[in-house]
C-alpha cells in the first residue's frame, strides 16, 4: 500500500522555525501535535533524512512528510469532541469553530475535525458535499476561529449552496493586521489563483497571465482601530476564494498578525521594531488573528431570517486589548471617510461603495 506524502521547499523566510511548526503551517490538514508524532516515529525528512522534531531548517531544505497509510473506508467517524453550538434544528446547525480545528477530514488529517464532532454530537449530516466531508457548505481555515454553517439535511445543503453562490449569505470576519492603514475603507477586487510555486498556496494576480486560471475575488474592508503597529479591520468578503482575506490583506501589505503562510516577511520586520513585551504578546497568538465574526442568512426552509455573532477567541482579544493600552487607537465607525477601490488592470471599473 502505498503511503500519502507531503513534499515542500523551505522558504527563505522560514529559516530558524521549527520543523514541527513548519510542517503544521504548511500542511493544512496536520497540527503541530501530530507533526511531532510524525517525527518521532521517522516519518518526516529533511533532504532525504529522519529529523526531530526541533530541528532548525534552513532556506532551500527539501522536507518530506509520510502519512500513515490509511486502512480503513476513509470515511469520518464520530467523536466526543466539544463544540460550541449556537443553533440547531432538523436542517442546520451554526458552530462556533475553535482555531486549530480542521473542518473536515483529508490526506494526514483523518480525525479529530469539526466533522468528527458533529457527527458524534448532530448524528448524521447532508450527503450533498461529499461522504468525506458532510455537511459542509463553506470552510474556515485551521486557524480562524468562528462562525460556520453546517447542513444537515439535503435541501438545507442544496439551498444554502445556492444561497452562498448567489452571494445572499453575509459574512464579517475581524482581523488584526500588521501596518497602518491609511484608508478608512478599502474595497479589494484582485482575481485569485495558485501560487505558481506552492499549490497549496494561493496568490493575488493583479495581471492576467495566459494558461493560467484565476477567478474574480472581491473583499471590502473597514478600518476598526489603529493599534500602533497593527491596525484592526472588519473584513466582508463577497466571494468565497480559498485563503482570501488573508491573500487580499496581505497583497495589500498589510497580512494578518500571526499569519506564517501570507505574512512571515512582515512579521519578521515588525518585529524588528516592536518592543519586548509586545513581541511577547504577538508570539502567544496559537495562530493568525483572523475570526469568523457575524454570519447572516435566510434559514433554507422556513426562509426565517438568522443572524449570529461570536467573540474572537481569549489570545486574540488580549492582544488587541494590549494593543488598546499601549498604542490608544482611532474608532472609525462602520462607514469610513476615506475610500478607495483596488482593481486588477483591465477590470470594467465599479462603483465606489457609498457613492451615489
Known sequence: MNEPRESLTVRPEETGMRLDVLVARRCATITRSQAERLAKSGRVHVNGRAARAGHRVAAGERVEVRLPPDTGDGLPKPEGIPLDILFADDHILVVNKPQGMVVHPAAGRRTGTLVNALLARAGPLAQGSGPHRPGIVHRLDKDTSGLIVIAKSDIAYAELSRRMRQREVERRYLALVWGVLREDRLLIDVPIGRHLGDWKRMAAVSRPEAGRRVRSATTDIRVSERLGPATLVEARPATGRTHQIRVHLAHQGHPVVGDRVYGLRRARQEK????????????????????????????????????????????????????????????????????????SPGRKKVRRAGAP
Open 272 to 343: 524588528v521594531a516592536l518592543d519586548a513585551e509586545t513581541l511577547a504578546q504577538v508570539r502567544a497568538l496559537p495562530g493568525h488573528a483572523l475570526h469568523a465574526l457575524m454570519l447572516s442568512f435566510a434559514h433554507p426552509v422556513s426562509g426565517q431570517q438568522l443572524r449570529f455573532s461570536a467573540p474572537p477567541p481569549a489570545a486574540m482579544s488580549g492582544l488587541v486589548a494590549y494593543l488598546r493600552r499601549e498604542y490608544p487607537g482611532e474608532s472609525t465607525g462602520t462607514m469610513g471617510r476615506r475610500e478607495r477601490r483596488m482593481e
